[in-house]
């Protein structure tokens, strides 16, 4: 099989740069229902330009890699070992070329194993078949959304929509409640895989398994058919809008599957994808290994630009800062202006913030902008360049905000899906705000990085972990969370979950 290690670096480069045709529809419907000149309308701009800028230059869509999860079919008498160490490979090779970040990290020493390969990582399920030929399916799903799969166990109680009973009318409501409990944070406007029944482990698999149907089939089974057409139309009356700005459009998809269960237990599994869907194929020849077909694309069907305008649609009403920036100019900002930013950023996630409640920080925050962003960076002769760089979900560092904005003198928290009342009432205190970026924008926002000025931490926590020392150029955001006290996130959550309880009894 000497195709074989080309043809699944191919498939890896392709899904994680070029969206498939459905998800590009999908979005392209999108953008025509959201209201012009609204904050979810800006947000779909920049996601469309990003989907093209990702296919033009081969970059990743998302810094996410997500968990890279494959599913092959295989005829009888073909080596799935030999199949396995193949796939090891082109994803140890992709990550090296910068098409996946690296993102496999020890569970007890939190060390990056730096090639994306790792215990249970990547994830390969292998199915025998009867036909001739081998199918590679995968299917790249980062964490953000992966944080909001959730898991019902019916009959229970769901806030703003009573009881889940045991029918389809109780499924009904465990998928508006998993898509209005995403909110922004797994980067709206998302789709959802559903399975009905299984048990706790095996309905997770099954509910991600149905991601792999395309966004405009047809469910065979009439019943879960008319279910996802209600879930798409109800869904959208919710508000949640794109990154949970508030709009039109919350769901592209949604894809429900079913499972015998045991008689004691009634689980509705939910897996949430985000818009940066990132799900192709493969037919190969099961003697050369080489690529015969293309699933969810034709390859000879030239891609569609997603993008209306060029670059990000300014209104002229933009904010322009220049970071380091002061109290005045910060408390001078209200939820809703658009901002560009230059000067220098400093990057900050999960292990950076733990790292800053016990340890003094290795560069002077005090006016500082900090980036929740986990960078994908290829190191190119001595220089350090950004291949992909959008915002990470920030309630993770809910715990830590306060005290590092408080103590430490960061002026702004640039983020995606909002934060908590601990760090809205820090920013009220301290004179800060939180900028909301667009998720999974990844190619839109490297191009606003001039230069890497320089990197911190980076032999203790690995390139997404560490501390980058960013100079920018017009880096677009929203305020989502202002000095005085106001928050998009808490509004929206609140009337989306009125428009729930609306539609309750629909
Ligand atoms: S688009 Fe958002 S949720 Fe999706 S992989 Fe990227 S950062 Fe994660």
Sequence with gaps: MNHLMSSLIELITETSTNLPPDVRAAMGLALEEETPGTQSAQALGIIASNIDMAQQDAGPICQDTGMPTFLVHTPVGVNQLQVKRAIREAVAEATRRGKLRPNSVDSLTGKNSGDNLGIETPVIHFEQWEEDEIEVKLILKGGGC??????????????????????????????????????????????VGVCVGSDRAHGYDLAKGQLFRTLDDVNPVPEL?????????????IGVGAMGFGGKVSLIGCKIGMANRLPASYFVSVAYDCWAFRRLGVRLDAASGAITKWLYRDPDRAVQKMARAEGFPLTGREVVLTAPLSEEAVRALRVGDVVLISGEVYTGRDNVHAYLMKNPPPVDLHGAVLYHCGPVMLKEG?????????????????????????????????????????????????????????????????????KVLGVHLLPEFGIPEAMWHLRVKNFAAIVTMDAHGNSLHADVERETGAKLEALQGV
């Design 225 to 237: 058919a008319k279910l996802e057409a209600a879930i798409m139309e109800e869904a959208n009356r």
């Design 146 to 191: 992966e944080n909001k799969n959730i898991q019902y166990s019916v009959p229970c109680e769901l806030d703003h929509l009573g009881r889940a009973d045991r029918n389809l009318e109780g499924v009904r409501k465990c998928i508006l409640h998993a898509v209005w409990q995403a909110q922004g944070q797994g980067c709206a406007p998302g789709a």
């Design 382 to 450: 001595d220089e350090w360049v950004v291949k992909a760089a959008g915002p990470t979900t920030s309630s993770r560092e809910e715990p830590y905000q306060a005290t590092v904005i408080e103590k430490y003198g960061v002026r702004a928290v640039i983020g995606k899906g909002g934060m908590g009342k601990k760090t809205l009432d820090a920013l009220q205190k301290s004179g800060a705000v939180y900028l909301n970026g667009i998720g999974g924008a990844a190619q839109f926002y490297a191009r606003t990085v001039e």
